[in-house]
């Protein structure tokens, strides 16, 4: 049974730091590419952030480059996602995700190419 679980979420003051993980099982994480995706109230889903399983290869959004980093650990099953600089714009539920296939430059944010996602843990910057 595949399964993904986000845990790290909370509260932060605005320029604190967060680090998400997602917990992986039912599959090989080394076979695939894991996305962190966010939805704020109101907002459409966005993907934050990408790693690839193949060479390594990262990919983010705008709008947290150089203020997240996404990593993995294949023997623990598990991919991070290190958030510094959070602001209240990054107030959100962040979900990792599963893709079904490799992706690009061009098609890793769009949620339709992954097939399993975890339940989301919320992200709160607020002081």
């Known amino acids: 049974q595949v399964q993904l679980v986000e845990s790290g979420g909370g509260l932060v003051q605005p320029g604190g730091s967060l680090r998400l993980s997602c917990e992986t099982s039912g599959f090989p994480l080394d076979y695939y590419t894991i996305g962190w995706f966010r939805q704020a109230p109101g907002k459409e889903r966005e993907g934050v952030s990408c790693?690839?399983?193949?060479?390594?290869?990262?990919y983010y959004a705008d709008s947290v480059k150089g203020r997240f980093a996404i990593s993995r650990d294949n023997a623990k099953n598990t991919v991070y996602l290190q958030m510094d600089s959070l602001s209240p714009e990054d107030t959100a539920i962040y979900y990792c995700?599963?893709?079904?296939?490799?992706?690009?430059?061009?098609?890793?944010?769009?949620?339709?190419?992954?097939?399993?996602w975890g339940q989301g843990t919320q992200i709160t910057v607020s002081s």
């Open positions: 790693i690839s399983n193949s060479d390594g290869s990262t």
């Open positions: 995700a599963r893709a079904s296939r490799a992706l690009f430059a061009s098609t890793w944010y769009s949620g339709d190419e992954y097939d399993y």
